[in-house]
């Protein structure tokens, strides 16, 4: 899969990430030659997910219909949430218009319910 596409200024893009696995549907991806983010835009998905080295997972990136990241959730330390390093589930929304990231919150109770699913390894929350 490209980064931004599969095909620019009628060239092929070298593929950034490769499909690992699924969890409840959902594409587990990983980068290559040093890619380490998800993409900001996805080509078929709703969402991917990023897991740790260890399988544990890592982040998660929700797209809209028309595949634009509008959403991540991650477990990771978020300092500013929690006031230490330890890590938590959090997510952060964006801005379609202009790709401006909001500041991080907790996730809500129903947030959580809804995709608890894909967090494998992380302890509840």
Request: net charge positive; proline share 6%.
């Amino acid at each position: 899969m490209g980064g931004r596409g599969t095909f620019a200024s009628g060239k092929n893009v070298a593929y950034t990430y490769e499909t690992v696995g699924k969890i409840e549907g959902v594409k587990v991806l990983r980068g290559i030659n040093g890619k380490h983010s998800l993409p900001e835009e996805a080509h078929s998905s709703n969402a991917y997910i990023k897991l740790k080295p260890d399988g544990t997972f890592h982040e998660m990136r929700i797209y809209d219909k028309e595949h634009y990241l509008v959403a991540e959730i991650a477990y990771h330390p978020e300092p500013k949430l929690t006031g230490n390093f330890s890590p938590v589930l959090h997510i952060h929304e964006y801005q379609r218009d202009d790709f401006s990231e909001r500041p991080s919150r907790l996730l809500t109770d129903e947030e959580y319910i809804k995709y608890k699913k894909y967090f494998k390894g992380v302890p509840k929350q």
